[in-house]
């Protein structure tokens, strides 16, 4: 995910809280239990233990090639289309759960410029409905990572016990735009929502970072019930995540501790339900875009986002 376009424009300036890394060591001091074995023993993916339900490992998913479909929607340059349906849950810790997995842009958007350039109301103001995302150097794209992590996801998800739904699956010619992926969540009535994306920032800047929803009240926004919980559902996928992959927290935003609060984000603004996004990596460096590419890597990152949404759901 690049920050030039909708949802990426960089964070304005915001008053400073304190460093982010002692605030994140007072809230949650297991949290980030998994980076501080990670300094210490130095060993990439080195799981130091959640104390929680952790996720199972699965086979990794079939990696998503992009969309070959370039034809007009036949009614409207707007579809809707209805989420990936979940296969019958299982039973598991997570039975009667709802999981949203948004995986960022979608494959055919660069073949629609017109209509994911049109504005969209975000509840603060207006955005492009979307972007076609980034890619690395070589030219693998962000919707394909994105469409890869989910379904690796959705399956160690889908074994917990949740009913799991993609706001899109390559099933549909673009989009959706961001206030519709905000509005699948809450017609959901989910109980967490993550969305997936990689950043397009320059070469040197690495790691990952997750943003959060600041409190935002205007005109159709209106966050402040879900700002407590997504925090909390930020903070231990950014845990979980550091343990299972061995990443490191964003040096280049976030303040060290790899949380970042936003309220320009549409598809946070609009929601109505615990949300957060994760940047997984920096697609444009050359050693993070090495493990974006990576089946291998991508199940880590699958296994850490989800075990930190199954913390979240079991509290």
């Not at 394909?144 to 010619?173: I, N, S």
């Not at 609060?261 to 090495?290: Q, Y």
Request: aromatic share 4%; net charge neutral; charged share 20%.
């Amino acid at each position: 995910m690049s920050y030039a376009g909708p949802d990426f424009e960089p964070p304005q300036p915001r008053r400073r809280r304190g460093p982010l890394t002692v605030a994140l060591a007072a809230l949650v001091p297991g949290a980030l239990l998994g980076w501080l074995v990670y300094v210490t023993v130095g060993g990439p993916g080195d799981d130091g233990g959640s104390g929680r339900a952790g996720v199972r490992s699965s086979s990794p998913a079939a990696s998503s090639a992009p969309s070959d479909d370039a034809k007009e929607p036949s009614a409207s340059p707007r579809p809707t289309a209805t989420p990936s349906a979940s296969a019958p849950a299982a039973s598991g810790p997570l039975k009667g759960k709802v999981v949203v997995i948004d995986p960022g842009h979608n494959p055919g958007n660069f073949q629609h410029a017109s209509e994911i350039n049109r504005k969209v109301n975000i509840g603060t103001n207006s955005k492009e409905c979307d972007t076609t995302g980034t890619s690395t150097n070589d030219g693998y794209t962000e919707a394909t990572f994105t469409l890869d992590v989910a379904h690796r996801m959705r399956t160690l998800l889908q074994e917990q016990g949740a009913t799991v739904k993609l706001t899109q699956d390559g099933d549909r010619p673009f989009g959706p735009c961001v206030d519709e992926r905000a509005r699948i969540g809450n017609r959901a009535k989910a109980d967490a929502v993550v969305s997936i994306h990689a950043d397009g920032s320059g070469a040197g800047n690495r790691g990952f970072h997750v943003i959060l929803p600041g409190a935002v009240h205007a005109g159709a926004a209106d966050t402040r019930a879900i700002v407590g919980p997504s925090r909390d559902l930020g903070e231990r996928v950014a845990g979980r995540f550091v343990a299972v992959t061995g990443s490191a927290p964003s040096n280049y935003i976030g303040d060290g501790g790899g949380l970042v609060t936003r309220e320009d984000l549409g598809g946070l603004n609009l929601s109505t339900v615990p949300k957060v996004f994760i940047e997984c990596g920096n697609m444009r460096d050359s050693k993070d875009a090495a493990l974006l590419t990576s089946g291998a890597w991508r199940q880590k990152a699958a296994q850490g986002i989800s075990e930190g949404i199954v913390s979240f759901l079991r509290g």
